[in-house]
């Protein structure tokens, strides 16, 4: 109940923002690169140690992140360039958050954690590269857990407990075998068409 309350209640805000901006009449792309500009915050945050503060800019940067599109649509301002500027935001804005951790576990001497986020960085980038190379060759490819929305909610709940370091395991682990999972799918899918032979 109390969680049905909060949503709605968090629903009652975001409508509020998105008329502001729509009245505003701001282009959804300036809000795309807001987001991104707000992504490099969470990263300084990050890279500090100020988990707490990492969180709340990151809650800010995911609401740009929400209502570009809204406002788009909204606005009639859907392009196919528009979709392509979000899309290489988005990869920009993952980059930069684990990049303020990487800068935060050199500073306090882990470079297991710095080689750790780097897994990490890999991961997220292949998740959406390995969903967009097998959908040019097969319909779609949409398994796997991980992907860029569950990687931000990790990343809060690591910033609202201060326990980052189990969260980018278990960012590493998921997000790799993600693209994994993709790798096998897409096989197994080309395997079954007619013309193509078992690796």
Not at 73 to 90: C, H, K, N, Q, V
Not at 164 to 189: E, F, G, K
Request: hydrophobic letters at 55%; glycine letters at 8%.
């Amino acid at each position: 109940m109390i969680s049905k309350q909060i949503g709605a209640g968090a629903q009652v805000i975001l409508r509020q923002i998105i008329r502001l901006l729509i009245a505003l009449r701001i282009h959804p792309n300036h809000l795309t690169f807001l987001g991104f500009l707000m992504s490099i915050a969470v990263a300084f945050a990050f890279a500090y140690g100020r988990f707490f503060l990492a969180g709340w800019l990151l809650v800010l940067a995911g609401i740009f992140d929400m209502v570009d599109g809204i406002v788009a649509r909204t606005l009639g301002a859907e392009t196919p360039y528009g979709a392509f500027f979000d899309s290489i935001m988005d990869r920009y804005s993952d980059l930069v958050l684990f990049l303020g951790l990487v800068i935060y576990y050199g500073r306090t001497d882990r470079m297991n954690y710095v080689v750790l986020v780097g897994v990490v960085m890999m991961g997220s980038v292949l998740t959406s590269y390995a969903r967009a190379r097998s959908e040019s060759l097969i319909q779609t490819c949409k398994v796997g857990f991980l992907e860029r929305p569950e990687r931000i909610v990790l990343l809060l709940i690591g910033s609202f407990s201060q326990f980052m370091d189990p969260i980018v395991w278990v960012i590493a682990i998921l997000s790799n075998w993600t693209v994994v999972h993709r790798i096998l799918y897409t096989r197994a899918v080309l395997n079954k068409k007619k013309g193509w032979v078992n690796q």
